[in-house]
């Protein structure tokens, strides 16, 4: 099991330093094939010694041998995080396809919660595919969310087959996700007047239930928002009491727009979360602890049918 471990470790780290390609290149529309990777300010293309992936920002202690400018510590973060995701999927899952499906999760969950944090964006190129494979994933892995399993007593009063079930229960999971998004976007922006969040995180709602179903589409979006909602307060009450843009309250406090305190209090409340990522913790601690987990036991046996 150490053995199995440490090579998902490995084998995490050396696919996190390409997602880090990925996280930085995806946004600006660049290629994340060519060219190789090189330093952000000098240019210098990096030597395979210095790009192993996790070691190298260590022996290079931070800094590009050639111009010796800083490297952001965000890239071995990204890489060691990424391992651990590997080891914690095969941890919980075991060597096993359900293993390979959450792997990928984590993957498209990384790229699009660290992204939201850079630019505030998530880029159609990962959550359309990214949607697409928890669809066919859930042809070949049981999505174990049980939604589908009930409607088929309820309203076709039998039991669907194992494959139907897992299919649909990605599909709900999806329109659930995004459709609920969407809902409250919508009705933000009727009641504001000014958009409350994107489309990016109405398509990445419809990424996370293709893979984990109705119930734990519910429960991400609980979690994510709830996390978002603390989070959000404890940065506002920080950034007003740090008295941030005080120079620009001042400015327009003299233009009779309000007192200064009043003009921050505007300027600290309308700082931007970046939903995405409060939304990927909570679809990764779905994954987790959720995940795999029948919602009723006679979804092991899904073939029999049910009297009326």
Excluded at 67 to 92: D, K, N, Q
Aim: aromatic content about 12%; charged content about 15%.
């Amino acid at each position: 099991m150490a053995i199995i471990a440490a090579f998902f470790f490995l084998f995490g780290i050396v696919i996190g330093s390409f997602l880090n390609v990925c996280i930085t290149r995806i946004p600006d529309g660049l290629s994340i094939v060519s060219p190789g990777s090189r330093c952000p300010h000098c240019g210098t293309p990096i030597k395979p010694y210095d790009n192993v992936p996790l070691f190298a920002w260590l022996w290079l202690r931070g800094k590009c041998r050639s111009c010796s400018a800083p490297i952001s510590p965000m890239y071995p973060l990204i890489e060691l995080t990424t391992g651990l995701l590997f080891v914690g999927c095969f941890l919980r899952f075991g060597f096993s396809a359900e293993t390979g499906k959450w792997i990928l999760f984590s993957c498209l969950i990384v790229v699009l919660a660290i992204t939201d944090v850079r630019v505030r964006l998530l880029p159609d190129v990962i959550t359309w595919p990214g949607f697409a494979a928890g669809m066919i994933f859930s042809f070949f892995v049981n999505v174990n969310d049980g939604s589908a399993f009930l409607f088929g007593v309820r309203f076709l009063h039998r039991a669907l087959r194992e494959t139907t079930v897992s299919v649909l229960d990605a599909a709900l999971g999806a329109a659930f996700g995004s459709m609920f998004l969407w809902g409250a976007a919508t009705l933000y922006r009727a009641v504001r007047g000014r958009a409350g969040m994107g489309m990016g995180d109405v398509k990445m709602m419809a990424l996370i239930g293709s893979f984990v179903g109705l119930r734990g589409t519910f429960l991400t979006i609980l979690l994510g928002t709830l996390l978002g909602s603390i989070l959000g307060v404890l940065v506002i009450l920080g950034i007003f009491l740090s008295g941030w843009k005080t120079d620009i309250a001042r400015r327009a406090s003299r233009r009779g727009l309000g007192t200064i305190r009043g003009v921050r209090w505007t300027i600290a409340s309308r700082y931007q979360l970046p939903l995405g990522t409060f939304l990927a913790v909570g679809a990764l601690v779905i994954m987790f602890f959720f995940a795999g987990n029948p919602a009723h036991p006679i979804l092991l046996q899904p073939r029999v049918p049910l009297l009326r």
